[in-house]
């Protein structure tokens, strides 16, 4: 990295690791997986709960929100927790309590680029080779499991390859960054692609602009969410 050690640390609660990193490193900042934490709600809350309940979906709704000031997420926190009546549950207390350790409308002065939740990427990756794997197969058995894994990934990558090669995009706009996208994408991440598009010009309209220096402030609006936004510009 250029002799140069990150800014941020982002791991899951593990205290060992809370414990070691400031024996490394200096001048960081340290905060915990969103997925990581998210993933204990229904052991923490009951799965009964979670289950026949719909507070997985209103927590998820307000965890998740990347448009929340903190104000507006402690609000919907606390509406949610007493609609479910979870006022008593020590875990969602802690957890709670360290709000500024896991959600982003507390360090929006990082630029973490959505990595607070970058983790799932390995357990998906460990929950693909588990179906491949076994805890009591020998070195060689699992060998030759790890390569049957890989060429299953192999052969799935060229299907889907050649399933892009072999289609055509129904619609392409003519601006120019969708033809480009169109060219770079796979048809389905084109498609979401093409989804972001059409939101930010047909509801994204800029009401007010104001200069202070060097930034700009930009005020938004967003007619699909009716909510208004400031966007700082500092070029």
């Known amino acids: 990295m250029g002799q140069q ?3 941020c640390i982002i791991t899951d609660q593990c205290p060992g690791i809370k ?3 400031p024996n490394i490193l200096k001048n960081y900042v340290h905060k915990y997986c969103m997925w990581h934490i998210m993933q204990k709600v229904p052991e923490k809350v009951g799965r009964a709960i ?6 997985m979906t ?4 307000v965890v998740w929100d990347v448009d929340l000031e903190p104000e507006k997420f ?4 606390q509406t949610v927790i007493e609609a479910h009546g979870m006022q008593n549950n020590r875990w969602l207390k802690y957890v709670f ?5 896991w959600i982003p409308a507390y360090f929006r002065d990082l630029l973490l680029g959505c990595l607070l939740r970058i983790t799932q990427r390995s357990e998906s990756s460990n929950n693909y080779f588990k179906w491949f794997e076994s805890h009591f197969g020998t070195l060689v058995e699992f060998w030759m499991r790890y390569n049957s894994a890989i060429e299953q990934q192999m052969h799935s990558q060229r299907r889907m390859d050649t399933a892009n090669e072999d289609s055509m995009l ?3 706009g003519p601006m120019k960054v969708e033809i ?3 060219l770079v994408y796979t048809h389905p991440i084109f498609t979401d692609f093409q989804q972001e598009v059409k939101h930010a010009i047909c509801s994204m309209g800029v009401r007010g602009l104001t200069t202070i220096g060097i930034v700009e402030y930009h005020d938004v609006r967003d007619g699909l969410k009716h909510r208004n936004f400031r966007v700082e510009f500092n070029i």
């Open 5 to 7: 050690q990150p800014q």
């Open 19 to 21: 414990k070691a990193c």
């Open 50 to 55: 979670c289950n026949d309940t719909e507070f």
């Open 180 to 182: 480009h996208a169109s």
């Open 74 to 77: 402690e609000q919907n926190w």
């Open 170 to 172: 129904e619609k392409v």
């Open 58 to 61: 209103d927590i998820n709704a």
């Open 97 to 101: 309590s360290i709000r500024q350790k």
